[in-house]
Nanobody, 122 residues
Framework: VQLQASGGGLVQAGGSLRLSCAAS????????MGWFRQASGQERQFVTA????????YYADSVKGRFTISRDNAKNTVYLQMNSLKPEDTAVYYC????????????????WGQGTQVTVSS
């Protein structure tokens, strides 16, 4: 699976961004899709994940109620709608794919996109 993330940028605190991750290769609808982020000098951390059908989602506590993950299997794309952004959301955001069950564990994801920078100014 090849993953291409896009949509990052610079936004003021309280603003919104929508990230997209386009997939190619393996059948997209077979994959759990996740978003992770890595702030400068920190380890990569889980943000959210969505099941193959889109019927189940997981969120990190830090983004619950502000971020929404969704997917369009017809377009082979997963989205991350980020609202009420905070400076602490500043990071490189990565999309990732895995088989079978939802997971918050980075090591269980097999395929990774290149990352897109999100910067939230105060």
């Amino acid at each position: 699976v090849q993953l291409q993330a896009s949509g990052g940028g610079l936004v003021q605190a309280g603003g919104s961004l929508r990230l997209s991750c386009a997939a190619s290769g393996r059948t997209f609808s077979d994959n759990v899709m996740g978003w992770f982020r890595q702030a400068s000098g920190q380890e990569r951390q889980f943000v959210t994940a969505i099941s193959q059908s889109g019927g189940r989602t997981y969120y990190a506590d830090s983004v619950k109620g502000r971020f929404t993950i969704s997917r369009d299997n017809a377009k082979n794309t997963v989205y991350l709608q980020m609202n009420s952004l905070k400076p602490e959301d500043t990071a490189v955001y990565y999309c990732a794919a895995k088989s079978y069950v939802l997971s918050t564990y980075e090591r269980q994801y097999d395929y990774w996109g290149q990352g897109t920078q999100v910067t939230v100014s105060s």
